[in-house]
DNA sequence: TCCATTGACGTTTTT
DNA sequence: CGTCAATGGA
């Protein structure tokens, strides 16, 4: 059979890794390197050249999108169906895996998956009815808590330390949650792994017969993978299963939620024979920027080592821009967004990126005004929104009455007079017993605890659930969404807000009763043995959606490092180079290598751009409230300074203070602003305030607005067509 | 039950 | 400074 389609477009390293046989391999892959394509050409050598069934491979990846885009373009490699691989995430993998064994794995057969608000929301209730200050025992933390044991693979009773109190507190919030979820067959996100995980230790049969059927196994990303992955994936592996691995500890930035780089060296230390195969030829970047990045990245003490390169040529150096505050900064990032689209590229080429989510707003208020569409990721999606959750609740009711996340949510949304009070007795009620607050409700009914009215609420309340549940049960899965909001009266809830806000969440109700009608069952979830309801449901906790669900033509793209890993642009601003923010000061402080994994945050920043980097920094910025005088990043100190270009000498006078700040090289002279008439620091003179310094600009034209600081009188925005201002 | 004021807090995020 | 959540008065 001809191959060659598999491998002319590949370079050597990326042969080997596509075509070793026999064996593990851990394939370095450095940024731009052509990860994806060797993971997908790996997986049709497997199934064309070597014969492995489609049904015996397993390719994990962290998000739904790398996902999707290895099935997309294995099946254009293949040309033929990619239905029957294996392809998923971590978490979907082993959702499938507990919704086909859900009785091995001790869970209900009707069983919903917790997103971090609801388990967030599940554990300030636990909190408080354990009697605990919730401001000494913040949820978030005990969510964190939580999560990190079983990214361990640990169980209450597995916890160390408890003679220390603190821990042994979360511990016993800890036992409270998992009492509460078995209850009511709610599982989280890390609950499906450390699952999965259990499914297969306690049942060899099991395990036997998935080791059997999926010989071979890929991982994307495996830098990222947290402790019970790894522990999944050398289970599932066994003595016979084939891996092969895709990583780069370069760009592990997720150490602070989990994830092991250590899991690399593991990997060798664990598997026989492992062979290793370093991609460092980069198609992506000029060689300035790749020799830049490089540099950077050679501060790092923990490294396995590796060095990109290109055929390409250098390029233009990295653009350095030392602004006067932040929001020199932003005019400065949007002004060279506006130069480059006004020479004929596209505003989707630029993306702005930062340390800080805060940090988009002072680009989104510039660009706005400068009428540049941008689009910012890391916003709340879709199934995250509360009207489309509110909406969400009802169903999951009708699929699962005991599920009290969702039904503590709803049971007085829109207003049915069951009032704190109400909720209260009926939680006490079910504690008591162990019981669910759904079936506590109806304990409570029959008993008549409730005073009359509350009880009247409450059975109504009840009686409205039941009806929905008998009635719609053979309703198409859009006429369950639309009927459910309906009859729950959901939108009185949002008929008293502000006119805009509740015009949205009715738009965002119509999208979910749409996105219901258009809903079709994946096969996997088919195969799997859910129905409709089932696979919606859990299809919307699993992904969420698209950040925003705007379109996505020719925007600026502002987002911060940590969501630009995986991406690439030809324009790249990274702003914000300031120690404190980033390397962020929290980062600094902390021992542990985080001042590493900050240094790899800025090495994937710079390798997202393909043709021009600026690095910007600010020298004063306003942070919580107050004025600071920052001192640029040590990471920039870290790159060679002749790859370097200095776009604005540092002012020389004018300002009150100096930073403390190391005295730096000498400085290109370089292009001075001259669309205003002062610069920014510099000293003013006005007839009546007298001496200042303008600090920043506002608008253009007749309009246009100057900032300045008059020692004697204040800052003030003044008019400059009007304010008369000389240069002092 | 609802809105408005007050107060605490401030790194990164996918599933 | 700006945001979000919680509290308290009408």
């Not at 169906?81 to 091995?104: D, N, Q, V, Y």
């Not at 969420?544 to 600026?556: F, I, K, L, N």
């Not at 940590?562 to 642009?569: D, N, P, Q, T, V």
């Not at 610069?679 to 253009?700: D, I, N, Q, W």
């Amino acid at each position: 059979m001809d191959v060659s389609h598999l491998l002319e477009e590949l370079n050597e390293p990326q042969r080997e890794a596509v075509t070793a046989s026999d064996g593990h391999v851990l394939v370095l892959a450095g940024a731009g390197s052509g990860k994806t394509r060797v993971l997908v050409h790996r997986l049709a050598w497997l199934i064309q050249v070597e014969h492995v069934s489609p049904l015996g491979v397993l390719a994990v990846t962290f998000t739904n999108k790398a996902a999707g885009e290895m099935r997309e373009r294995t099946g254009n490699l293949l040309q033929v169906s990619t239905r029957p691989l294996w392809i998923g995430t971590f978490h979907g993998i082993a959702h499938r895996l507990l919704r086909m064994h859900w009785k091995e794995a001790g869970l209900p057969e009707e069983f919903q998956i917790l997103d971090s608000e609801d388990q967030q929301r599940l554990l300030r209730r636990i909190i408080r009815d354990e009697g605990m200050d919730e401001t000494q025992w913040p949820a978030r933390q005990a969510q964190w808590f939580i999560n990190a044991r079983k990214d361990e693979g640990e169980r209450p009773q597995h916890i160390d330390h408890l003679d220390h109190p603190v821990t042994a507190t979360w511990a016993q919030v800890y036992r409270r949650y998992e009492e509460y979820c078995n209850r009511g067959g709610l599982v989280d996100f890390a609950e499906l792994l450390l699952r999965a995980h259990e499914l297969w230790l306690e049942h060899p049969p099991l395990l036997d017969y998935y080791r059997k059927r999926l010989g071979h196994l890929l991982i994307d990303e495996f830098q990222d993978t947290t402790a019970i992955q790894y522990a999944w994936l050398r289970m599932l592996a066994g003595q016979t299963g084939q891996v092969f691995v895709v990583g780069d500890d370069d760009q592990s930035i997720y150490g602070w939620r989990g994830a092991r780089v250590e899991n690399v060296q593991h990997f060798v230390r664990d598997f026989p024979d492992v062979r290793t195969v370093r991609l460092e030829q980069n198609y992506r970047s000029t060689g300035n920027i790749l020799r830049a990045a490089n540099a950077l990245i050679a501060h790092n003490q923990a490294r396995l080592g590796k060095e990109l390169w290109t055929d390409d040529p250098p390029g233009q150096p990295i653009q350095l821009y030392a602004a006067f505050n932040e929001q020199d900064e932003a005019r400065f990032v949007v002004d060279r967004i506006q130069q480059w689209i006004d020479s004929g590229r596209r505003a989707d080429e630029a993306a702005v990126l930062y340390r800080t989510t805060a940090q988009s707003r002072l680009f989104e208020e510039y660009l706005l005004r400068a009428n540049i569409p941008y689009r910012v990721y890391g916003g709340q999606r879709f199934f995250e929104r509360t009207e489309v959750k509110d909406a969400l609740a009802y169903l999951r009711l009708l699929h699962n009455p005991n599920d009290d996340a969702a039904l503590e949510r709803v049971i007085n949304k829109p207003a049915r007079a069951i009032g704190q009070k109400t909720v209260t007795l009926l939680r006490e009620q079910a504690r008591a017993a162990g019981l669910t607050l759904w079936q506590a409700a109806g304990a409570a009914l029959a008993q008549g605890v409730f005073a009359t009215r509350a009880g009247t609420a409450v059975a109504g309340f009840v009686r409205l659930i039941e009806s929905m549940r008998e009635r719609m049960q053979e309703w198409t899965l859009g006429n369950q969404m639309q009927g459910v909001i309906d009859e729950s009266r959901l939108v009185d809830h949002y008929a008293k807000e502000p006119q805009e806000r509740m015009e949205t969440r009715f738009e965002n109700l119509r999208e979910l009763v749409n996105a219901a009608d258009a809903f079709t069952m994946p096969q996997d979830d088919a195969d799997a043995g859910l129905n409709e309801l089932q696979s919606f449901l859990s299809h919307a906790a699993l992904e969420a959606g698209e950040t925003q669900g705007e379109s996505w033509d020719d925007c600026v793209q502002l987002m911060t490092m940590h969501s630009a890993k995986g991406l690439e642009f030809p324009l790249v601003f990274i702003a914000g180079m300031e120690d404190g923010l980033f390397p962020h000061q929290r980062s600094v402080e902390e021992a542990g290598g985080r001042l590493e994994e900050e240094r790899r945050l800025c090495y994937v920043g710079m390798t997202r751009a393909r043709e021009e980097l600026f690095l910007t920094y600010a020298e004063i910025r306003r942070m919580h409230g107050s004025e600071n005088f920052c001192r640029p990043s040590r990471f920039i100190d870290e790159m060679p300074a002749k790859l370097l270009q200095e776009i604005r000498p540092r002012m020389a006078t004018s300002r009150p203070y100096r930073p403390a700040r190391p005295a730096r090289a000498a400085r290109t002279s370089g292009v001075v602003d001259d669309s205003w008439p002062f610069r920014l620091g510099e000293p003013v003179l006005h007839p009546k305030f007298g001496e200042g310094t303008v600090l920043a600009f506002e608008g253009s034209g007749e309009h246009t607005r100057v900032h300045v600081n008059f020692p004697a009188a204040g800052a003030k925005w003044l008019v400059l067509a009007y304010a008369n201002l000389q240069s002092a």
